[in-house]
Every structure is written in C-alpha cells, then in structure tokens.
C-alpha cells in the first residue's frame, strides 16, 4: 500500500487496515476534516450492502399459517350445489365439509411454499451481500492497494477507485451529495486501451451513492460516470460527470 496516509480512508473505513495503521490514521482524522467527510462517505456507502439482510422466520410459522387459514370463512359457491339423486343429505354434507378442508389444508401449503420460496430467495440474497462484503475487505486490505479519485462534475460528490493488481480487482465508490435531475441515473464506466466503455454498474432512481466491486479492473485506464436514462445506456452519455484515470 502507498505510504500517503490519506490512501489509508478505503480500508480504514471498512476496518482493513492492522493496528498500527488505525492508531495513525485514528490520529490523523483528528487533524484532517477531508478525510472526515470521506470516511464518513465510504461508511454510507458500505452500509447500502446489508440493505438485504433477512429475519429468521418464526419457529411456528407454518402452524400459524395453517391455523389462520383454518379459522378464514371460506368464500360461498357462484352457484347452489344440490345432491345427487339418491344421495343422503348428511354424507352429502360431510363430503362438503371434507372438500373445505382439504382445500383449507392446500391454500396454507401453497401459502407456506410462496413464503418458504420468498425466504429462501431472501437468505440467497444475505449470503451474497456476505460474500461482497467480504471480497471488498480482502481488496481494500490487499498491500499493492492504490487509490484514486475524481470529484464530480457540478456537485460535491466523490469516485473513489481502489484497485489491487494482486487481488485482480477494484472497488468503485461513489458518493454524490444528490441524485441526479430529470429522473436520470448514475452509471459507472471502465474503459481499457483499444476498447469500448464497459458498464460498471448502473444505480436506482433516486440512488446517490454505491459501492461497487469490479473484477478485473487493473488494466483498465479509466473509471468514468455518467448520467443515463433508468436501467442504463449501452454506451455512454456525453460528457462524463467524473472520470478516473488509471494509468
């Protein structure tokens, strides 16, 4: 890592640096507002990785689901149903009642396999928040570790851009003070010698801030950001609001 204790900010804020580097840098905050507002910036971006976290669901939750189904009135036919000729009125009404119940007993099933399914989905998604937290602490930790930053364009915000050549990747960071006007996006760009603009990610309406992980980065020449229409644009949008230059 670069010996410009104001490189430290990356891992520092997300608690990549040993014990030395935290008593320097605990040191230096205390004398630089700049890194301040940035480590403070890297933080509200970080946290935006476990906007998925999940709740283990209740130990009864299928029990509970089941006996609210049992206890719903079930809803009146369309049309009165009359008994076979022949048939008794009491087995008639006894093969109701068992027909409401197996169909009460279905409705909770499928009601528990939607939110078993739902759950599910839910845990895949907390593992993977896991694992890029995870993978950014092992960039911003790597020791060939180099940091670069751009401000932007016509706003206060920042683009950090953290890449390891050992890790063969790089963390993106932008930190805009608001999202961008008319209903538009950021999107993030890298772009290596001889090729095309790639994207890099593209965020929500009314997003002003990510953290984005981006394997293999070192080699590219440039990390740029744009303003795009939602979902994104296939190339990018004249002019960039901020650009990075790599190498």
Known sequence: MTTDIHTLVGAYALDAVDDIERAAFDRHLRECETCRAEVDELREATARLADTTWSVPPPRLRENV?????????LAPSAPVVPRRGQQPGRWRLAVAAAVVVAAAGTGTTVYAVQDH???????????ARRNEARV?????????VVRESNLTGSNGRVKVAESRSRTAGVIVLAADAPPTDGRVYQLWTVRPGGAPQSAGVLQPGQKAILQIV????GASLV?????PPGGSATPTAPMVA?????
């Open 66 to 74: 089941l006996a609210e189904v049992a206890r719903t009135r079930q």
């Open 137 to 145: 602490r092992d960039i911003l930790g790597a020791p060939d570790l």
């Open 118 to 128: 739902r759950l599910d989905k839910e845990r895949a998604v907390a593992e993977a």
């Open 243 to 247: 650009d990075v230059k790599l190498a």
């Open 224 to 228: 740029g950001v744009t303003q795009e």
């Open 215 to 218: 394997e293999g980065l070192p």
